[in-house]
Structures are given as C-alpha cells and as structure tokens.
C-alpha cells in the first residue's frame, strides 16, 4: 500500500475519532457505490489502513451525490476521507497460525475471560466472526452475588474510555451450565481453541475443577490466581501475592489433568517473576498476564459519592483498558527475560485495542494474545481489523510465520545505565505540516527548557539549539506531526572520546 503524508494520516484518524461506531450504520446502508463507507471509519479507527481502502473497493465517491454523509448522525466527512485513502490493493493472505503451549491455533487472537467470554451464544458469535479461541469467564463452585452498578471509566475526548474499573467477579452461572456451556463450544467450533479458566478455594476444588473442564473437553486451563475484587478471602489476587498458594494450586490442578496449564498472574506485586517461577516449578505450562490493576477511579467532588456508586459507596477493584498497556508490557518483558522462565510461553493482555498493539506483546515475548476491554467499546467485529491489519503488516516486512515476531523486540530493551548518555537528538520542525498552533513553544516554555522561540506574526516556531537537550516533549504534544526526531549529535568532548 503506497505511503500518505504524515499530516493526512494524522486528519484521518483525528476525523475517525469522531465516529460513533454505529451499529447497522446508516452511512453505509446509503451508500449507492457498493462500498462500506463505515467499515472504513472503522478500519481507520484501529490502524488498518489497507483494511480502509479495501472496505471503500475504489469506489467513485467524487461523482457520487455523498448520501453516506447525509445519512451520518455526525455528518462525517465520508467522502474525504476516503479520497485521502491510498487505492486498493491485493492482499496476499498471511500466516497467522501459531502453537501456544502445543496447541495449535488458527490465529493468536483469543477473548480474554470475562463478561464479554460469558455463555455460548455470546462466545460462539465471537468465534464465528473469526476469533482464534476464548478463555472462558473464571467458572468454580463459588457462585458470587454482583452488585450494581459495577464499571466505571476514565475517558478523553473521541473516545468512550481510555482506562475502564469493573467490580464483577467470577461467573454468576452455575458450575453445571458453565461445564454445558465449554462442551457445546468445543463440540461446535472443533478448530478453535476454549479455554478454560477456573478459580478455587482449595486444594481439592482446584483439582476437581481440573478434571471437570477436561471432561468437557477444553484444550487449556488457565488458574485465575489474580482477580483483584473477589469478596471471598483466599481467592483471586489474594493467592497471586502468596508464592506458597499459587506453588500449590498449581500443582493441585495438574493433579487434575493432562492439558496444558495457564497461571494468570497479577499486577498487583512488585516483582511478577517470582510467583510465575513458583508456578512453573509446580507444572504450569504456561503463563497469562496481566490481570487488572487495584484501582479507584474517582469521587465526585460535588456529592463526595464514589464512581461507580453502590448507594454511594465502592471498593477497590481492577482497573484495565488502554491505559494499563505499558504497565502490562513491563511485566511481559520481566517474564520473558527472566532465566527461570526461559522458554515458557507466555498469553499477554492489557491495553489491547489494535493489530499494532498486539505485535508488540508479541515483539516482548508472547505467543497467545488476550482481549476484553476493547470489545467492551466496540464489540467483536475488531477481530476484522486485527487479522487483516496483522496480515498487512506482515506482508510488508516479509514475515512468513507469526513465530517470527515471538521475543522480536526483547533486545530494544535494557538496563537505564546501557542507555547512551552522550549525544542529543535534536527535533526537526516539518514547516509545510506546521498549523501555527504554538503548542510545542507552550510545552517547552511550561514543562521543558525554553528552547524554542515562537514568531508570533509568520506562526513559526524555531529552535534555540544551544538550549536544547533533546527531550523531545515537543514532538509529543504537536497534533499535526509537524514536530519529528531529527539529527542525534555527540555531547561528548574530544577529550572523552
């Protein structure tokens, strides 16, 4: 697909944001070209530019009379936007299968459990839609009583949440229908991957669960040792901070079984690798993280009541979504440089929304990829833009198998004393993307080195190199990307060389 202007991509995705997802949309449902004007938005959305162009089929906006914009409820710029696309091109089919812990999946894109993994109707329209597998919502002998409401956000401009806080526990269904519910998935989707995640209170019930999600025929167990809200003590994140619990459950679930075993560990420690080394030594196969984070999103400073308010009160409880992505990749990273673990196959989750987003889990070391949070917001049909921006990606880089990406990254990372510490990279204004907002001499006036001067007449910023040291804040808040990473030089005397 032929490269845009840093500056076009930029308006795109600032004018997709705007979007509201419809459901059913009327935009494409008027459009009398054939196309899916809202297919597009959506591709746009999550990085999928190839996937964009493919939805619009090169079709003839400009002589068309734009009813897909009249019949928008945000009278998008529809036609534009495709016109700013690149033309169609053929996409070669890529690779996506991967083995994770021996199993072989069709694609490495699987729900993560939780509500949006609950009872068969829901898991099996996800797999038909072209998902890889799903980790089923955390089933026991434990049937937990919610509370209501029970989600909050924490949200920016064009987008319904960035950071999400749930208080839901395990499933509210009976052991019994959860068992039917695994048995009918596996029995009518035979090449898709279910797995099973179980939380017990004891040694004993962590053993008979084992042996009742195999029965029903699931391909993986993942031991949920990290929900941080469960009300029962001894259970969910309250075992992933106990070496000694999450060395024994683990081993009381292989007693169980012959599938292979998941530990999904918390966030909620200091140092993830320890009890992941536990758990492996007592015959997990695998790991999964991250569970979400204790978090307390906010008080409403008019009424002093909680978000989200049960009669006024909350708890503490986890916190996921996009904005835990960093956190999560940290943990990743840990794991799969820590020598103990070496080899062990990792499932990552936490913050995943885009095709991009997933090789980068990938690139740090995991070969499974779990999603919750983003289906929340925009349902199942994302799986469209994971796998056909992950096909174009990989046909771009020439990558045949997935398994190529596995751990791709883990040296771009190291110690903060290995960082060079001796050169400067300077920003590089870009004059014909400028829009002359001042945005970049705001931030380096308020919050870094005041190194740049701002002609208030021609709207031009301008570099005062002597001041610099190269931060780089000002290629973070410029909104056009007129503000890039130019020229590194040396701090070093000729004496330190």
């Known amino acids: 697909m032929a490269e845009m202007s840093r500056r076009t991509k930029i308006t795109l995705e600032q004018q997709a944001a705007q979007c509201m997802l419809c459901y059913d949309a009327p935009c494409t449902a008027a459009c009398g070209l054939g196309a899916d004007p809202a297919a597009m938005v959506r591709s746009i959305r999550f990085e999928n530019l190839s996937g964009a162009a493919a939805a619009m089929k090169n079709a003839a906006c400009a002589s068309c009379?734009?009813?897909?914009?009249?019949?928008?409820?945000?009278?998008?710029?529809?036609?534009?936007?495709?016109?700013?696309?690149?033309a169609a091109a053929a996409q070669k089919p890529a690779d996506l299968s991967i083995s994770f812990c021996g199993v072989p999946c069709v694609n490495p894109f699987f729900l993560s459990s939780s509500v949006v993994a609950s009872n068969y109707e829901m898991c099996a329209r996800a797999l038909e839609q072209g998902w890889g597998g799903i980790v089923f919502k955390t089933i026991g002998f434990y049937r937990p009583k919610e509370v209501s409401p029970r989600f909050d956000t924490v949200s920016r401009e064009g987008y319904p949440f960035l950071g999400f806080r749930n208080l839901e526990q395990i499933s509210d269904h009976t052991l019994e229908e959860n068992l039917d519910f695994l048995r009918r998935l596996k029995q009518d989707y035979p090449d898709r991957i279910i797995v099973a995640s179980i939380m017990g209170e004891t040694e004993d019930e962590w053993t008979q669960l084992a042996r009742l999600v195999t029965d029903a025929g699931c391909d993986i167990i993942e031991c949920n040792f990290s929900c941080p809200q469960m009300t029962v003590e001894g259970m969910g994140s309250d075992v992933g901070t106990n070496v000694q619990l999450v060395q024994a459950y683990t081993a009381a679930v292989k007693c169980g079984t012959t599938l292979p075993v998941l530990a999904k560990m918390t966030p909620n420690i200091t140092d993830m690798t320890v009890p992941a080394v536990a758990a492996v030594r007592a015959g997990a196969d695998g790991l999964a993280a991250i569970n979400t984070i204790k978090s307390i999103t906010g008080i409403d400073e008019e009424t002093m009541q909680a978000h989200p308010g049960v009669m006024g009160k909350t708890a503490v409880s986890g916190y996921s979504g996009k904005a835990v992505k960093p956190i999560a990749l940290r943990h990743i990273y840990d794991m799969a440089v820590c020598p103990e673990l070496n080899g062990v196959p990792i499932s990552g989750m936490g913050g995943i929304e885009?095709?991009?987003?997933?090789?980068?889990?990938?690139?740090?070391?995991?070969?499974?990829?779990?999603?919750?949070?983003?289906?929340?917001?925009?349902?199942?049909?994302?799986?469209?833009?994971?796998?056909?921006?992950?096909t174009d990606y990989m046909n771009r880089h020439g990558i045949a198998s997935l398994r190529e990406l596995?751990?791709?990254?883990?040296?771009?990372?190291?110690?903060p004393e290995k960082l060079n510490r001796s050169s400067i990279c300077y920003p590089k204004f870009l004059r014909q993307d400028c829009s002359g907002c001042g945005r970049c001499y705001i931030s380096c006036m308020d919050a870094g080195h005041q190194a740049i001067r701002f002609d208030t007449?021609?709207?031009?910023?301008?570099?005062?190199?002597?001041?610099?040291?190269?931060?780089?804040?000002?290629?973070?808040?410029?909104?056009?990307?007129?503000?890039?990473a130019g020229t590194r030089r040396s701090t070093e005397t000729p004496e330190e060389r």
């Open 65 to 86: 009379a734009h009813s897909c914009k009249s019949a928008c409820p945000q009278k998008m710029p529809l036609a534009e936007m495709a016109a700013a696309l690149p």
């Open 457 to 484: 007449e021609k709207r031009r910023p301008s570099l005062i190199g002597k001041k610099c040291v190269g931060c780089l804040l000002c290629t973070l808040v410029c909104p056009v990307g007129a503000v890039t």
């Open 406 to 415: 596995v751990g791709a990254g883990l040296e771009a990372v190291t110690a």
């Open 354 to 390: 885009t095709w991009r987003d997933a090789v980068q889990f990938l690139a740090l070391g995991c070969s499974n990829i779990q999603i919750t949070t983003a289906v929340m917001q925009y349902g199942y049909r994302i799986i469209t833009d994971l796998i056909g921006g992950l």
